[in-house]
């Protein structure tokens, strides 16, 4: 078993995350479009150029909470790293003992359901089941990418920017079979 301390870059953000984000800004954009028309139609003429201006941009309130939670899940995956044998998600550490397999799926989250996490605004990240995979743990930006490293108890996808690369430095740090 190597010891092995190595960071890696998660992958570009893919359709699967950049999509909700285009959704996203284009429902952002129809609300303060339908706001605007509707100050500007049924608001009395006597209304102060203030008064109807707040209540036209009321919905980039919404950007008040997308925007952060955006940032914060990009900060979050934009990389990971395996230090001392254990495999560091943010958070969460995944000892590499016992490693069965580590190999690439472009298809994990194929009619993967969201148990509980985030599914797409800045990365996937959080607890999913499918029928194929069963429960796994995903710190994804591109799907793409995606390696899924399984145990005999739990399995994790993850996406690095250099698949082969970490699949390499994983199973060294895995040790032999």
Known sequence: ????????????MGRRVIAPMIIVAAVLIAAIAFNALVVV???PGGTPLAERGVVSLAPLVCLLITVP????????TSQ??????????GRKRFPL???VEATRDPKILR???KKR???GLGSIRGRFWSKRVGSFYAFLTDTENAV???????????SPADPDFFIYSARSAAGPK
């Open 1 to 12: 078993m190597a010891i092995i301390n190595q960071v890696f870059p998660s992958a570009p």
């Open 41 to 43: 139609r049924h608001m």
């Open 69 to 76: 939670i955006f940032l914060y899940e990009r900060s979050v």
């Open 80 to 89: 990971f790293s395996i230090e001392g044998n254990c495999l560091v998600l």
């Open 97 to 99: 003992e016992g490693l």
């Open 111 to 113: 009619w993967a359901v």
């Open 117 to 119: 996490g985030n599914g």
């Open 148 to 158: 899924v490293l399984r145990w005999p108890d739990k399995v994790v996808a993850v």
